[in-house]
């Protein structure tokens, strides 16, 4: 069974910078999602297992990046030049072996999420 689970929420403002964690056991790609309320979960990007290959939605291409340290079991997602726009809970997930990787239907396990606001 995969375990999931996010920290580094939190209040931060805009134009700041915020690392969010995701511990995750076994040997899976790691996406990260997005949710605001009212909206449905979107993409914001992946990682590969090894870490060598990632890719991120075009909303937050040039400010975040994705990480990984699989001797810790890590992921992370350094997000930079936050936006108000960004405010939302943020979700890892494992990715399945069905479904594309930009959608939240590629993913089998998920986290419990942490809420990220950007205040203007």
């Known amino acids: 069974q995969v375990q999931l689970v996010e920290s580094g929420g939190g209040l931060v403002q805009a134009g700041g910078s915020l690392r969010l964690s995701c511990a995750a056991s076994g040997r899976y790609s790691i996406g990260w999602f997005r949710q605001a309320p009212g909206k449905e979960r979107e993409f914001v990007g992946i990682?590969?297992?090894?870490?060598?290959?990632?890719d991120y939605a075009d909303s937050v291409k040039g400010r975040f990046i994705i990480s990984r340290d699989n001797a810790k079991n890590m992921v992370y997602l350094q997000m930079n030049s936050l936006k108000p726009e960004d405010t939302a809970v943020y979700y890892c997930?494992?990715?399945?072996?069905?479904?594309?990787?930009?959608?939240?239907?590629?993913?089998?396990?998920w986290g419990q999420g942490t809420q990220v606001t950007v205040s203007s």
């Open positions: 990682i590969g297992w090894s870490g060598g290959s990632t």
């Open positions: 997930a494992a990715r399945g072996i069905r479904g594309t990787y930009n959608s939240p239907s590629g993913y089998n396990y």
